[in-house]
């Protein structure tokens, strides 16, 4: 059964870097059905899409947040992982990773996430 | 401001049936598969229907999922005091190349 793990430090000081990493077990990351995804939630809100990529290094990124977002992937330890610069108090939230299924519709995107990580929460706070 | 707009809240009786829209465009909706997921409090999201109106296995047919045009609807036939949950919907937008979510919908089951 495939499972998700993030991991990292759960407290970044403001204009710093925020740097979580996903580890997959029970299944291979370099599927070719798959992106690889991250999705974050301030607490009590809703689900922001932060960014996916696939095993080759393709990425989609959140517009939104593309100028400080890099997320890379470790085909060798079955990881990937999430980069975002130049952190607020706003970026406070639970990250969540998640494997993010191809779907055929006008084209081959990623549609839908499933498993979903536990979730891990990042506090931006001096 | 969600791409995906959705009930803030719904609530119904044990047993009875509940709907939860999910309203978008045709560069997400009208263009891509919908998915919806549960979330419980303190928990991850979990995936309840993909590609507009199929069930993963495990999750109970009490749960349906259609879409039209550019707008889908989640359906929860007999429901339960442990589907009180925030459910969002999701799909993936073509113009801005970018997954997107519903701002969520808050199911009380009185």
């Known amino acids: 059964q495939l499972q998700l793990r993030e991991s990292g430090p759960g407290l970044v000081k403001p204009s710093e870097t925020l740097s979580l990493t996903c580890t997959v077990s029970?299944?291979?990351?370099?599927?070719?059905?798959?992106?690889w995804g991250w999705i974050r939630q301030p607490p009590g809100k809703g689900l922001e899409w932060i960014g996916s990529i696939y095993y080759s290094g393709s990425t989609y990124y959140n517009p939104s947040l593309k100028s400080r977002v890099t997320i890379s992937v470790d085909s060798s330890k079955n990881q990937f992982s999430l980069k975002l610069s130049s952190v607020t108090a706003a970026d406070t939230a639970v990250y969540f990773c998640a494997r993010h299924a191809l779907g055929f519709s006008s084209g081959w995107y990623p549609h839908w996430f499933d498993p979903w990580g536990q979730g891990t929460l990042v506090t931006v706070s001096s | 401001q969600s791409v995906l707009t959705q009930p803030p809240s719904v609530s119904a009786a044990p047993g009875q049936k509940v709907t939860i829209s999910c309203s978008g465009s045709s560069s997400n909706i009208g263009d891509n598969y919908v998915s919806w997921y549960q979330q419980l409090p303190g928990t991850a999201p979990k995936l309840l229907i993909y590609e507009n109106n199929e069930r993963p296995s495990g999750i109970p047919d009490r749960f349906s999922g259609s879409k039209s045009g550019t707008s889908a609807t989640l359906g929860i036939t007999g429901l339960q005091t442990g589907d009180e949950a925030d459910y969002y919907c999701g799909t993936w937008d073509s113009s801005l190349s970018a997954g997107v979510f519903g701002g969520g919908t808050k199911l009380t089951v009185l």
């Open positions: 029970g299944g291979s990351i370099s599927s070719s059905s798959y992106y």
